[in-house]
């Protein structure tokens, strides 16, 4: 490990224990509330270390939540089906897709639209009407990743074979497809709106610049890309940064100028266990970093370690910025949920 002699960005703040896996967590959008979800079904609500209890464990996952951009619905989804959105501590509705297992979903960045997977479909459910505006089939597979587009224009879906990219304003327009000879295990738009990035089993990253038919291939990865994570600053260029991670390492892409080279490579290496999330803060190159080693890595600059966090014993599972930035928070493999804020 590393040891740091900068002084310390994050001390820790509050912490809380669920009673196994932390399988996801999110903050709203206004920073007030971590929302958290567990392998054994719990959601919990954290507020300035008031805990809710949404609901109590009964046995089966729940894989993924999401706040909606304006802040007033909480989605989650996992293991019996089911998704449920809550506005503040009221569950407002059920969703029920039983025997499927729920464990995608996405809300539009512009309307209280929510996208979900369904095995090799995915729904796509508008909370103030209540209904399923349209169903999806991205049929070469299992959806693997979902991600609209910040203006709400595109909704992107991964799986085997690549990404294919509905038009939101007519969803029964043909899908553009970023075709692949492998599987896109996670993808994501850049902020700005201009890349997608796939990262695939095959140990390569696809970026596709919006416009561009030609997209670009970087390989050399020790195993599958597991997860990608884009950058809101940007360089000089005008280019956000992109992290990819495989295994234990981290590699970080910058743009060039010259577009036949596309994109430059660093290779970040402290950790010793999975890397299992990383996420760069809002309008910052500060990026974390979470494995089963048990730390949490800040890499200032997406360049070098600046500060390392502890408290999960067995690994860290999860993490989510805090939208302004005050606070880092990070689910454990043992239902440790960490927060850490910011040294001002």
Known sequence: MNSTTKAQEFTEFSSALLSDYVTAIAWSTDGNTLAATSAAGEVIL???????????????????????????FLAIAGQDGQVKIWQGDELIATLDNAPAWVDKLAWNHTSNQLAFSLGRYVQVWDADTNDIVVTLNFDNSSVLAIDWRR????????????????????????????????????MAWSPDGRF?????????????????????????????????????????????????????????????????????ARVL????????????????????????????????NAQEVSQILTGASAGFSCLAWHPQNQYIAAGGEQGELLIWSKVS
């Open 46 to 72: 954290w507020n300035e270390d008031d805990l809710v209890n949404l609901q109590a464990g009964y046995g089966k996952s729940v894989d993924c939540l999401a706040f909606s951009p304006d802040g007033k």
């Open 269 to 300: 290496t402290n950790h010793v266990g999975v890397i299992n999330a990383i996420a760069f803060a809002p309008q910052s190159f500060l990026l974390a970093s979470v494995a089963a080693d048990g730390w949490l890595c800040l890499w200032h």
């Open 196 to 264: 997608l990035g796939s990262g695939n089993m095959d140990r390569s990253v696809t970026v596709l610049e919006w416009g561009n038919p030609d997209p670009w291939v970087m390989r050399g990865f020790p195993g599958k890309i597991r997860h990608l994570a884009w950058s809101e600053a940007t360089t000089p260029l005008g280019a956000p940064i992109l992290a990819s991670s495989s295994v234990e390492g981290i590699v970080v892409w910058e743009k060039l100028e010259d577009e036949s080279l596309g994109w430059e």
């Open 151 to 186: 203006d709400g224009q595109y909704l992107a879906i991964s799986g085997y074979q690549g990404v294919k990219i509905w038009h939101t304003q007519d969803w029964d327009e043909e899908p553009y497809i970023l075709s692949m000879p492998t599987v896109s295990v996670a």
